[in-house]
């Protein structure tokens, strides 16, 4: 009976001992992962400190968006942005797919500086025409009225749609010279302005970007899940918490 109850005490014993054990070993474990995660932590603010905060129109060498050119630097090179429209190839009979091809080789053969060719599904945009509807709604009676709230409702529900996408393609025409703005603009929407035509003669309706559209499509192309249009922000007075100073001759 004695041996039994010595044998209980020792388990009881050794049991506690286990116990301790195992929890100064935790507790140590913990002290060193807060040690590192502290660590690293502070490591990440240091790093976050040595950073220089960049302003993005450096980080894409974005100097300016004026009368429909977009300057690049360094220096002063100039882009011009073409919205091409598209034509239904295989519905043309086979005089007209001939003309089109004739068409487009000649342009291509005329071309004898740089473009990129850019395409982008867009969001379907309404905000103009859902405007223009709220603003002839006024001169309309019932049952008119109501149809048209009606629809400038089914407009938005589009326009905030992701399921509805619009591809455009876009020609951005380079010149690359450091000369004078009024100079190097003449020469890129020149340039444009010769692709206009060849795409016109080809049957693809396509324009020159302006200013807006040029912000608005950099906005979208940086912010791909945006509804946002840079324009509006811009027209609303999303700038006019900026200020800019002019040095003072003493």
Not at 57 to 62: R, S, T
Not at 127 to 156: F, N, V, W
Request: with cysteine; glycine share 6%.
């Amino acid at each position: 009976m004695k041996s039994l109850i010595i044998g209980l005490i020792w388990l009881i014993v050794i049991g506690i001992t286990v116990l301790i054990f195992v929890k100064l070993l935790n507790n140590a474990q913990n002290r060193n992962m807060d040690g590192h995660q502290k660590s690293e932590g502070e490591k990440r603010k240091r790093n976050q400190k040595d950073k220089k905060s960049v302003p993005v129109q450096e980080f894409f060498d974005i100097k300016d968006i004026y009368n429909g050119v977009l300057v690049l630097r360094p220096g002063n090179r100039y882009r011009a942005i073409i919205l091409a429209g598209s034509v239904n190839y295989q519905l043309m009979s086979e005089s007209e797919k001939s003309q089109v091809e004739v068409a487009l080789l000649n342009l291509a053969s005329s071309v004898t500086f740089p473009i990129q060719i850019f395409s982008m599904n867009e969001l379907c945009d309404t905000t103009h025409i859902s405007k223009e509807i709220m603003a002839m709604r006024s001169m309309l009676q019932e049952p008119l009225a109501s149809y048209a709230l009606a629809m400038i409702d089914g407009l938005s529900a589009l326009r905030y749609s992701r399921e509805v996408l619009i591809r455009k393609n876009y020609i951005i025409v380079s010149y690359d010279d450091n000369v004078p703005f009024e100079k190097g603009s003449k020469e890129v929407i020149r340039r444009a302005s010769s692709i206009i035509d060849g795409l016109n003669k080809a049957g693809i309706n396509s324009r020159l970007l302006n200013s807006d559209e040029i912000a608005d499509l950099i906005f979208a192309t940086l912010n791909r899940q945006s509804i946002t249009k840079a324009s509006d922000v811009i027209q609303e007075g999303g700038l006019d918490l900026y200020v800019s100073g002019q040095a003072q001759e003493v």
